[in-house]
């Protein structure tokens, strides 16, 4: 015989009974009677879910705490959870008296907006309870999309720009998977990389762009929300333009340098080309060297621009006027040519030759047979091309070459000769004067037939003479002994 019943706390007897209609040899073992004493069994009732805020939006850090109440006869122990959407955020052990209630808690940060399940749970696979069907509650949730926006921070609405432009922002609100894209001017949008904190930021070019105003829009998207944001700024470029330096023509004097400046401002990316000519004949880069000068063409790129020097070293020969001209070229959403002259002006600074060293003194004396070797030593300042003229008595020598050195023939007659030479270089000219004492010649004695007769008187007298000196001799002499 099986009897099911429920069992409740207290004593109880059970008593069991086997009765019939056949006659028995003994009936008083026919019945049994026992006593069941029944323990009173918990039962956690998961009462209440709470949660704050109360309306939580994505990002928020929300508290979600339930209660539970023993509503059971004994004390019980029993582990609790609270789960969102099937995964448990927080356990723990508790324990509860009858009529005990007590607080369990956890934390959750929502990531995306929706409906979330919280679930509250406690021991609820516990086969003592007296009533497992109340150990969990449901409750729905609704999680609002958090506040999600770009704004550009750089630069600003209504600015004016030029050059590299570096555009910059932040996304507020970092939830989702938020992508950014960035459209510069009439450029399309392009996806931007995000910063962990938001931040991004996009380099422009508008070194091509013709100035004007443009937009520059960013957009923001995270798959629930979308954002946009726009400013309005100014293209200011510069506009590319040649400079020439001096403004106008330069007159320098022989020997010195005149320097000229082509200058494209803003602009490596125009390709741009400077060339020169001096009266109408091409130069390249580096020196080039003429009669009249050199000529130096040095041409430098930079992020500022190119610049081309043209320098002009005169020297004693460079007298006269010289055309110079710069050309430029440039590409700036058209061709553009343009060019500038200058006359430059180079004046005859000329000076006067030098005589600094000669070969006799200007002063001294000489006889007329003697022949005499004139030399100097002279130099023009300006290395001028020098000419010389010997003259004697203020009348040219015409066999005299024209050079510095002249052997003057002998002197015909006795008296003061003047020699002097004349040194030019074609627009002065200097001299140097010998003043020479010619003396006349000795008269010497002949032995011609007009001197005969004098001679042979000279020779008789002679003899005569030695004659009578050699008897006036002997007189003198002592005799002998």
Known sequence: MIYDWTASKGRHNFTAIAAGEIPELNVSNNQMSVFLDVAGRPDIFVEEIVWDPPAPAVGDRVNITARAVNFGETAGRFTWGIGVNGSVL?????????????NFSAQWRPALPGNYTLLAMADRTDPYELDLLNNSLEKTVQVSPAPFWVEILSPADGSRVRGLVNVSGRVHGMWGTPVVRVALGDEPAKAVTLLLDGGWSQGWNTSDLPNGRYNIAASAANGWVESMATVLVELDNPVPDAVFRPAGDIFINESEEAAFESEISWGPSLNASIRWEVNGNGLGRGLTKWPAGTILVNTTESAAGILSRLKFLSNWSSNGTYCIRAFVVYFHFELIQTNFTWNLTIKNV???????????????????????????????????????????????????????????????????????????????????????????????VTTGPVMWPWAVVAVVCAATVIGLWAVHRRRKRPKPA
């Not at 052997?407 to 002097?420: E, Y």
């Open 90 to 102: 927080s356990t723990a052990s508790a324990s509860l008296g009858p009529g005990e209630g007590g």
């Open 350 to 444: 000329n000076t006067a030759p030098e005589i600094w060293n000669f070969s006799l003194p200007e002063n001294f004396t000489a006889r007329q047979k003697d022949r005499l070797n004139f030399w100097v030593e002279a130099t023009d300042p300006e290395e001028d091309l020098l000419t010389y003229a010997w003259f004697i008595d203020g009348r040219r020598c015409e066999t005299a070459p024209s050079i510095p050195a002249f052997n003057l023939p002998a002197l015909g007659r006795a008296g003061v000769v003047k020699i002097t030479l004349s040194v030019s270089d074609g627009e002065f000219q200097v001299s140097n004067d010998w003043n020479v004492t010619v003396l006349p010649e000795k008269k010497t």
